[in-house]
């Protein structure tokens, strides 16, 4: 089985400009997870799908946003970029249904340098 | 805010000896997960635990749960240099429908 794969995995933009990256989950996946990961706030939350709906959100501005289509590809949107936004975008896939508690597969993430 | 703290923030140990990284948590929890990072790429998943067991193990990889204390510990036995890595816990509320990761322990193992 493939495993989870982000693209790009490196890329460099600047203030104010906006950004898209992309998750393809495990097969069979419906669950996807995005997190964040810097030196200084190390990994924090940002949302998860699960069948196209998002499930939960973590405590981020509106300039980060996301969605999921229905082969459980997701994408996640940061728009107005900040210098902070710099960071490792971690995304996760997981077989559970209900729950969302159970084992993570993550990709190798997207690092996003913004100048 | 995170919901575990590792501790120690970085340990580094000889190759052979055994390492031990410990994680504390602030409320009740599903289960509790252990993950390592090598340098740059993304998480790979240990081991699960169970709020229910107090002990689990995985190859080299033994892991303990203790509720009452809010408290779990990774230990490593014979490392390797492969091991180097940063080691994450992560708590699973149900409640919160999401895991919750700690700020890691950097572990190097010196040849």
């Known amino acids: 089985k493939a495993g989870v794969t982000q693209t790009p995995r490196y890329l460099i933009k600047t203030r104010g400009q906006q950004v898209t990256l992309s998750c393809s989950p495990i097969?069979?996946?419906?669950?996807v997870s995005w997190y964040q990961q810097t030196p200084g706030q190390g990994l924090q939350f940002l949302f998860e799908?699960?069948?196209?709906?998002?499930?939960n959100k973590g405590n981020f501005p509106g300039r980060f946003s996301g969605r999921q289509f229905s082969n459980s590809r997701s994408e996640m949107n940061v728009s107005t970029l900040e210098l902070g936004d710099s960071a490792l975008y971690l995304c996760?896939?997981?077989?559970?249904?209900?729950?969302?508690?159970?084992?993570?597969?993550f990709g190798e993430g997207s690092r996003l340098t913004v100048l | 805010s995170q919901q575990g703290e590792e501790d120690p923030q970085a340990l580094s140990i000889q190759e052979g000896e055994n390492a031990t990284m410990n994680c504390s948590y602030k409320?009740?929890?599903?289960?509790l997960q252990w993950y390592r990072q090598n340098s740059g790429r993304g998480l790979v998943h240990l081991i699960l635990?169970?709020?229910?067991?107090r002990e689990k193990h995985s190859g080299r990889l033994r892991v303990t749960l203790d509720t009452s204390k809010k408290s779990s510990s990774l230990l490593i036995t014979a490392s390797r240099a492969a091991d180097t890595a940063s080691y994450f816990c992560?708590?699973?509320?149900?409640?919160?429908?999401?895991?919750?990761f700690g700020q890691g322990t950097r572990l190097t193992i010196n040849p």
């Open positions: 996760a896939s997981s077989s559970d249904g209900i729950r969302s508690t159970g084992e993570l597969f």
């Open positions: 097969s069979g996946h419906r669950s």
């Open positions: 799908y699960f069948s196209e709906t998002q499930r």
């Open positions: 409320t009740s929890i599903n289960n």
């Open positions: 635990i169970r709020s229910n067991e």
């Open positions: 992560a708590t699973a509320r149900l409640v919160l429908q999401k895991l919750v």
